[in-house]
């Protein structure tokens, strides 16, 4: 997908200061953070991974050596995780650091994905999420962000429960998949899903659909975690935690987006989106069902 950057009129700089004002405003009450130790562990190349500030944060690595990746130490069935992320600065190009639930399964996987795309110097970070469900992926949506993500932290959410699963950059919601399961539309409700985050090479497509290699000269390069924050049913535990209709992430304001969200919804997809499958014609000449699903 070509990158485009935003040429920002008067009227596009005052709405991106009302969405950084409501960001700041808005603030769940439930929210939760907690240390890394807390939720979870190193899933592999543990020399990669340091816990800084007390486990309250933590620096993943990638180097010519290697990789690496942590993961929950429970898995979810609906909830909401967040985590606060600040990422490579400067030339990142060829990298991925990734953040996302799966549900450990091959054939029938469930996958909910944030990846965000390393680039060259001076380009626009892209973030490009994906849903899994049922064994089918395919359902690629890249953002460029509206901000530099490496200067600091910024939040990245998934909310997920019976009727819809959102993602949010910093409480703005970018990407919206319903469960259009009446239009026999798969929709990950039967297994539970861990969290998991990585940062490796992936210069054969990363950026700018692989032209674009990494420079090994700059490695290593670093990643920075905090405000882990997961809430939801953990498996194993209540059976009837899945199915309860008063848990907060299954109440009438999750819905659908209240009309601030669904104002910055479509503002970032207008503004700031690259490349959905949904328009993607060489890919599917005809949309697939849950394309034309609307937020």
Known sequence: ATMVVSLFSSRNVFYTLSLCLFAALYQPVMSRPAKFEDDFRIAWSD???????????????????????????????????????????????????????????DSVRDELDFEFLGNRSGQPYTVQTNVFAHGKGDREQRVNLWFDPSRDFHEYAISWNHLRIVFYVDNVPIRVYKNNEARKVPYPRFQPMGVYSTLWEADDWATRGGIEK?????????????????????VPGPADCPANSKNWWEGSAYHQLSPVEARSYRWVRVNHMVYDYCTDKSRFPVPPPECSAGI
């Open 214 to 234: 990494i420079n090994w000269s700059r490695a290593p390069f670093y990643a920075y975690y905090k405000d882990f924050d997961i809430e939801g049913c953990p």
């Open 47 to 105: 020399t990669h991974i340091t816990q800084i500030d007390g486990g309250r944060a933590i620096q993943l690595k990638l180097d010519p050596s290697s990789g690496c990746g942590f993961a929950s130490k429970k898995q979810y069935l609906f909830g909401r995780v967040s985590m606060k992320i600040k990422l490579i600065p400067g030339d990142s190009a060829g990298t991925v650091t990734a953040f996302y639930m799966n549900s450990d399964t």
